[in-house]
């Protein structure tokens, strides 16, 4: 028998906000949205934070592995725990496609002093919290520095029982050498405050010979969400099942998918997706609304009678690993879902293709289509909160939590990361980023600044996060980046857009500042 210790989630997300004065967490179980208010009493928006907790396995000879605890710090108990964030966007590739084949960013500027490290932090002990972790940037050309800035990424803090959490920093972007902006991924001179990179720890039990937490985690530093209740048709989640299924447990291929957890998720989604796109794509009608009660069940039903409801949802999905050209919008007619534009492939990033469900999504939608599945739908299940949970079930729901907030596609680069977190090369076993690779990899083939971006996909792009257009208050529907004209406006007007929450049975903006005098 050996004791093995796990970090969760295996993947975090921090988001950043301008708030000095307060955070929230991050989700922790699926389902749960984090409550607002998202901005302190200041009008400013606090930064996401999120947990990590360390969970005791035991495995046998045969290298089985059965569940035991929690672990927390106690008298005999002692968890040091180690965070490193990296930015190395400016000394990235320009996108696309971002990877080693791209031309440099910056390409004249000495390659060391772009990269901002804010080097390996440890902290330990109960209700503890270090200073800001920070790197710094500096442009560097024929042995000159022309200019530089300290930039914070993000806090590390402690809870009351030691566990780590990660707060996303104040999100600064700028240029040292007055620079302008001038394209939605690749601007040289500018930096900006995502960071990633591992997350471990090293546990000491009293008896026990101290030792570091298996497989580590990583962290992603983000930009916020705006939306948080809304999911993306396809998230992060998904695509690491995908690689997982695909690299380390073939054997879910042969799973028979169940409606209420496989299937219902996906219909919803699109569904939801329409409180926050373009206003001619905003309602599906009575015929595509997938949450309409007669329709729900139609879709739900195992039997003949079933079948041709089921079959016309699946000849409007798109087949995964379609060629186009990146930045296409949807197809008008069938196979046309998701309806977001194109991005690039995971497989080649120097080509493209439309947004689809992952692999193994469509494989299930395939086996509900031919009647294969568990006819199991009662009613929506609701969310169980984290400390509700079984004891033994909450390490995989911090990490499904946290990556179904993030996008898993399309990729033109995308908002947390990138196309990365779709290729099996990421990852050393499920859910868990190869400790190998450079902190800061998975954020270096992002937008530079993440504002820019940010701008330019106000369309079809990633709606959950970025906002297309939106019901405000007052019941119109308004663009959500209203005031907003150019990159260098969403540079400064990012840290007063409004957020998407939940009032009765409507999905509509909340807590927005006025923007360049639009309310």
């Known amino acids: 028998m050996k004791t093995i210790y796990r970090i969760y989630p ?56 059965t569940f035991d605890s929690e672990l927390v710090m106690d008298e005999k108990t002692k968890i040091t725990w180690s965070v490193h964030l990296v930015n190395r966007k400016a000394a990235g590739g320009n996108f696309p496609p971002g990877g080693p084949s791209s031309s440099p960013r910056n390409a004249e500027y000495d390659r060391a002093g772009l990269i901002m490290d804010a080097s390996l932090q440890s902290i330990s002990g109960k209700n503890q919290t270090i200073g800001t972790l920070s790197g710094e940037i500096n442009f560097i050309k024929n042995g000159n520095v022309e200019g530089s800035a300290k930039v914070e990424l993000g806090t590390l803090l402690t809870d009351g029982e030691g566990r780590l959490i990660v707060v996303g920093g104040p999100g600064k972007s700028a240029s040292p050498i007055g620079r302008g902006l001038d394209n939605f991924a690749n601007n040289d001179g500018w930096y900006d405050g995502v960071a990633d990179g591992p997350v471990n720890a090293v546990v000491e039990v009293e008896g026990e010979t101290p030792g570091s937490a298996e497989g580590g985690a990583w962290v992603v530093v983000a930009p916020p969400s705006y939306a948080p209740g809304i999911e993306n048709v396809t998230t992060w989640y998904d695509q690491a099942v995908n690689v997982a299924t695909r690299n380390f447990s073939p054997r879910h291929i042969k799973d028979v998918p169940s409606f209420t957890r496989d299937i219902y998720p996906i219909l919803k989604r699109v569904v939801m997706i329409h409180w926050v796109v373009e206003q001619r794509n905003r309602h599906h009608g009575d015929a595509g609304n997938f949450l309409n009660p007669a329709r729900l069940s139609k879709l739900a039903d195992k039997t003949e009678s079933g079948k041709a409801a089921r079959e016309m949802v699946l000849t409007w999905l798109m087949k995964p690993n379609t060629p186009v050209d990146p930045n296409t919008p949807p197809r008008q007619t069938p196979p046309s879902m998701p309806k977001v534009n194109s991005g690039v492939d995971p497989d080649n990033p120097e080509r493209g293709e439309y947004t689809a469900l992952t692999e193994y999504q469509y494989t299930m939608m395939e086996k509900w289509a031919q009647g294969d599945f568990h006819a199991d739908w009662t009613a929506e299940p609701k969310p169980v909160p984290f400390n509700e949970l079984p004891l033994d079930q909450q390490p995989e729901a911090l990490t499904r939590a946290a990556l179904e907030g993030c996008i898993g596609a399309p990729f033109f680069p995308g908002i947390e990361v990138t196309y990365v977190i779709a290729q099996a090369a990421t990852y050393e076993s499920s859910f868990r980023i190869k400790h190998t690779l450079p902190p800061g990899f998975l954020t270096e083939r992002m937008a530079l600044p993440w504002q820019a971006d940010f701008l330019a996909c106000g369309e079809l792009w990633w709606p959950a996060q970025r906002p297309v257009d939106v019901v405000t208050a007052s019941g119109e529907i308004q663009p959500f980046s209203r005031g907003i004209e150019d990159y260098g406006d969403m540079v400064r007007w990012w840290t007063e857009l409004g957020f998407i929450v939940k009032k009765d049975d409507k999905f509509v903006e909340d807590e927005r500042n006025p923007i360049a005098g639009q309310t």
């Open 10 to 65: 295996a993947i975090g997300v921090a988001r950043i906000g301008n708030s000095e004065t307060g955070y929230f967490l991050g989700p922790e179980s699926p389902g749960v949205v984090p409550e607002g208010p998202y901005r302190d009493t200041s009008g400013k928006i606090k930064p996401q934070g999120v947990r990590f907790r360390i969970y005791k396995f035991i495995r046998d000879d045969f290298g089985k592995e």
